[in-house]
């Protein structure tokens, strides 16, 4: 076999959905690093929003119910029971009670026990003594009443109206359980969890440590002794690295780097599928000249969304609007129905001249041109998209600066709409409507930058959120997206495809194709030395 050939690219997608379970004869020992990306702002899942945080932490903690992690893609059916046994709704899908594991122990020896459940659920929707610096999943659970005890060993989640997403969110990696004992301060600094790794340190910008947890409460797992995220955040960097045996795994790749590791590392294996984090427009409604829903159509017309996949994905990626489109996703708009959309059809220079008569109706032209910025968070995944919407905004009389800001600042300056125009990733957790809709799009939404609100826009969030039929969820899912798009709400660029190189040694990696943020446990991967 040619060292190409070794390099398994699995563009495939129905190759990918088909994976099995992880491979035999495992074997333990030995510590795993990673080239990591970038240095969060802390190490509490609950308070981040970046895979940053989730790669490294998700092996910390154990969830109540995850998403089956050598199953590729996400759906209903492949969610397992984890620090819950088992689980039962009402026949009103309005209570759902779970019996929890006997004998699991958090990483300080204390026993975990519903009250830590209750403790969890209470820091999100913000009714316990603690509070949570930053909570940008507490729009997930809106519809939750409360959470009650039964004994020591159950729980009931009761809802105040069916949803038939709540199981979804449990099962995200960023649903962890934590302990009530510890606050949510120490939390962001040393994470206590129950699960396969204890956390060790964190040296911004230099190194995240895990440790094998050898009381974890699955027999035999962990098979690693630790895993190392080597924080390098420069890509070529990163890249030499991996090249140099210096990591043994290196996710985000790009499809133009593919060929450098193609080149330096022939035994490699990397493995690509599409990413369900949209690359997308923010645009700050309340700034003025942004303020002018004629001025967002313009930047929504201007925008060529094959040329930032063909540039950044050589083409592999895929577009989409709110939610990831299909054969991956299970939720977004089929492409024939896509291109029907505002801002979607394949002429561009027909949408640039409409853009530019706007523009002029405006005042604007080739000698009156708006100067702006583009505030995009400073790693390449952001920046580098950011310089191509920049070079399209020229199109139609707008002259914008790139301004890079630290991840550490990126998320505190959205929330405070400190920013006129952005480049930005929207980390859909799940594939499901609910915490897409939720977080991003609905009136006051923690994590809805643009002060987007339309009132009907919510009604028919709600209404998708109580429809059990799955096709009729998914048709007021299709409404919601053309809404979405013909007022500007979001622009979406495109879903990218991300590739992971690891080396041949390391065994059992499946990568989820509809969500990078929910297969990071793990607790059997191994390394064949």
């Given at each position: 076999?040619?060292?190409?050939?070794?390099?398994?690219?699995?563009?495939?997608?129905?190759?990918?959905?088909?994976?099995?379970?992880?491979?035999?004869?495992?074997?333990?020992?030995?510590?795993?690093?990673?080239?990591?990306?970038?240095?969060?702002?802390?190490?509490?899942?609950?308070?981040?929003?970046?895979?940053?945080?989730?790669?490294?932490?998700?092996?910390?903690?154990?969830?109540?119910?995850?998403?089956?992690?050598?199953?590729?893609?996400?759906?209903?059916?492949?969610?397992?029971?984890?620090?819950?046994?088992?689980?039962?709704?009402?026949?009103?899908?309005?209570?759902?009670?779970?019996?929890?594991?006997?004998?699991?122990?958090?990483?300080?020896?204390?026993?975990?026990?519903?009250?830590?459940?209750?403790?969890?659920?209470?820091?999100?929707?913000?009714?316990?003594?603690?509070?949570?610096?930053?909570?940008?999943?507490?729009?997930?659970?809106?519809?939750?009443?409360?959470?009650?005890?039964?004994?020591?060993?159950?729980?009931?989640?009761?809802?105040?109206?069916?949803?038939?997403?709540?199981?979804?969110?449990?099962?995200?990696?960023?649903?962890?359980?934590?302990?009530?004992?510890?606050?949510?301060?120490?939390?962001?600094?040393?994470?206590?969890?129950?699960?396969?790794?204890?956390?060790?340190?964190?040296?911004?910008?230099?190194?995240?440590?895990?440790?094998?947890?050898?009381?974890?409460?699955?027999?035999?797992?962990?098979?690693?002794?630790?895993?190392?995220?080597?924080?390098?955040?420069?890509?070529?960097?990163?890249?030499?690295?991996?090249?140099?045996?210096?990591?043994?795994?290196?996710?985000?790749?790009?499809?133009?780097?593919?060929?450098?590791?193609?080149?330096?590392?022939?035994?490699?294996?990397?493995?690509?599928?599409?990413?369900?984090?949209?690359?997308?427009?923010?645009?700050?409604?309340?700034?003025?000249?942004?303020?002018?829903?004629?001025?967002?159509?313009?930047?929504?017309?201007?925008?060529d969304r094959q040329a930032f996949n063909d540039i950044l994905y050589e083409g592999k990626g895929t577009i989409g609007e709110a939610m990831m489109p299909p054969p991956?996703?299970?939720?977004?708009?089929?492409?024939?129905?896509?291109?029907?959309?505002?801002?979607?059809?394949?002429?561009?220079?027909?949408?640039?001249?409409?853009?530019?008569?706007?523009?002029?109706?405006?005042?604007?032209?080739?000698?009156?041109?708006?100067?702006?910025?583009?505030?995009?968070?400073?790693?390449?995944?952001?920046?580098?998209?950011?310089?191509?919407?920049?070079d399209q905004l020229k199109q139609i009389y707008i002259d914008a600066e790139l301004e890079p800001i630290d991840t550490t600042q990126w998320y505190p300056t959205l929330?405070?709409?400190?920013?006129?125009?952005?480049?930005?990733?929207?980390?859909?957790?799940?594939?499901?409507?609910?915490?897409?809709?939720?977080?991003?799009?609905?009136?006051?939404?923690?994590?809805?930058?643009?002060?987007?609100?339309?009132?009907?826009?919510?009604?028919?969030?709600?209404?998708?959120?109580?429809?059990?039929?799955?096709?009729?969820?998914?048709?007021?899912?299709?409404?919601?997206?053309?809404?979405?798009?013909?007022?500007?709400?979001?622009?979406?660029?495109?879903?990218?495809?991300?590739?992971?190189?690891?080396?041949?040694?390391?065994?059992?990696?499946?990568?989820?194709?509809?969500?990078?943020?929910?297969?990071?446990?793990?607790?059997?991967?191994?390394?064949?030395?």
């Open positions: 076999m040619t060292p190409r050939r070794r390099l398994l690219l699995a563009v495939a997608i129905l190759a990918a959905l088909g994976s099995g379970g992880p491979a035999s004869a495992e074997k333990q020992g030995g510590i795993l690093h990673v080239g990591h990306f970038d240095s969060p702002a802390s190490m509490s899942p609950l308070e981040e929003s970046t895979v940053a945080v989730n790669r490294p932490m998700t092996g910390v903690f154990n969830n109540l119910v995850m998403y089956d992690q050598h199953i590729a893609q996400n759906r209903p059916d492949t969610i397992v029971p984890d620090l819950a046994a088992s689980w039962s709704w009402n026949e009103e899908g309005t209570e759902l009670t779970m019996p929890l594991r006997h004998g699991v122990k958090w990483h300080d020896g204390q026993p975990f026990t519903a009250r830590d459940v209750v403790c969890t659920w209470e820091l999100l929707t913000g009714q316990g003594k603690d509070r949570l610096r930053i909570n940008p999943r507490k729009g997930w659970y809106a519809n939750l009443d409360k959470v009650t005890v039964n004994g020591d060993y159950e729980v009931t989640f009761h809802l105040k109206r069916p949803q038939a997403a709540f199981l979804a969110l449990l099962a995200s990696g960023w649903s962890p359980v934590y302990p009530c004992h510890v606050t949510a301060q120490q939390m962001r600094v040393h994470p206590i969890g129950t699960g396969p790794f204890k956390f060790v340190e964190f040296r911004p910008n230099e190194v995240i440590r895990v440790t094998r947890n050898p009381d974890y409460w699955k027999p035999g797992l962990p098979h690693l002794d630790g895993i190392e995220w080597d924080i390098i955040k420069n890509m070529s960097t990163r890249t030499l690295s991996f090249i140099a045996g210096q990591t043994q795994m290196l996710p985000g790749v790009t499809p133009p780097v593919l060929k450098q590791i193609v080149e330096g590392a022939p035994n490699a294996v990397c493995e690509g599928v599409p990413a369900n984090v949209s690359r997308n427009v923010l645009i700050n409604r309340a700034a003025a000249p942004f303020d002018n829903a004629e001025l967002r159509r313009a930047v929504m017309l201007t925008l991956a996703g299970l939720w977004g708009m089929p492409r024939d129905m896509l291109e029907k959309l505002p801002g979607y059809g394949r002429d561009v220079e027909q949408r640039r001249a409409e853009a530019r008569k706007i523009m002029e109706k405006l005042g604007y032209g080739p000698d009156h041109r708006l100067a702006t910025k583009v505030s995009a968070r400073d790693v390449s995944y952001y920046r580098d998209p950011a310089v191509i919407l920049i929330m405070r709409k400190a920013y006129t125009l952005g480049l930005n990733i929207t980390e859909a957790e799940v594939d499901d409507p609910d915490p897409q809709f939720y977080e991003n799009y609905v009136c006051g939404g923690v994590r809805n930058y643009t002060s987007y609100c339309d009132p009907e826009v919510d009604k028919l969030v709600d209404r998708q959120s109580v429809e059990p039929d799955v096709n009729k969820r998914r048709q007021l899912v299709w409404q919601i997206e053309q809404k979405l798009a013909e007022d500007a709400a979001r622009p979406i660029l495109f879903y990218p495809f991300g590739l992971t190189c690891r080396s041949a040694q390391l065994k059992g990696l499946t990568l989820h194709v509809n969500s990078i943020y929910n297969g990071n446990r793990f607790e059997d991967l191994w390394l064949d030395n």
